[in-house]
T-cell receptor, first 114, second 111 residues
């Protein structure tokens, strides 16, 4: 069964460093998403991406964040200068097309900022 | 608003039915979802319901939607220890179907 994969499973970084979180969505899916979950809190929407551009973003997704689909398979989230409060589990998700209602999530990357 | 609320904990005995409740404030949702999260794992889609439906059944799972009260529930029949997890309701909005999640309900199944 096709699935969304994410690497690494755990990333530890120093405050102020740049991190890139990687995702491989399900093949042939067209919509891609990033969400985050701070420990013990809700899962929060960050950004959605379609047709090589951001279609919607939340207030959390400020200038420190960017997304990219550098090739036909990867979808990345970059945080330019990490802060302590960026520590969270980051989930990637993908959806087939406009008529598809199911969003499939990856296992997540746990980001720890020291 | 975008609030989606759930009770935090639910404890049931193995074999009993579990009912997890969710309320939301924004009526513009198109689809409503239930996800399951086991410890250290990602979010597994369990089921979803279109906002113009009242009920959907899928094996042991029954979803009920009361649009007037903006109340969604997930009933798990014959609950098993493997059902112990955190259950999130979520609503999807817009063409991009951005998901807004609830606070999550931790279900504990006791023998």
């Amino acid at each position: 069964e096709p699935e969304v994969t994410q690497t690494p499973s755990h990333q530890v970084t120093q405050m102020g460093q740049e991190v890139i979180l990687r995702c491989v969505p399900i093949s042939n899916h067209l919509y891609f998403y990033w969400y985050r979950q701070i420990l013990g809190q809700k899962v929060e929407f960050l950004v959605s991406f379609y047709n090589n551009e951001i279609s919607e973003k939340s207030e959390i997704f400020d200038d420190q964040f960017s997304v990219e689909r550098p090739d036909g398979s990867n979808f990345t989230l970059k945080i330019r200068s990490t802060k302590l409060e960026d520590s969270a589990m980051y989930f990637c998700a993908s959806r087939g097309g406009l008529a598809d209602n199911e969003q499939f999530f990856g296992p997540g990357t746990r980001l720890t900022v020291l | 608003g975008e609030d989606v609320e759930q009770s935090l904990f639910l404890s049931v005995r193995e074999g009993d039915s579990s009912v997890i409740n969710c309320t939301y404030t924004d009526s513009s949702s198109t689809y409503l979802y239930w996800y399951k999260q086991e410890p250290g794992a990602g979010l597994q889609l369990l089921t979803y319901i279109f906002s113009n439906m009242d009920m959907k059944q899928d094996q042991r799972l029954t979803v009920l939607l009361n649009k007037k009260d903006k109340h969604l529930s997930l009933r798990i029949a014959d609950t098993q220890t493997g059902d112990s997890a955190i259950y999130f309701c979520a609503r999807g909005t817009g063409g991009g179907n951005k998901l807004t999640f609830g606070t999550g309900t931790q279900l504990k199944v006791e023998l």
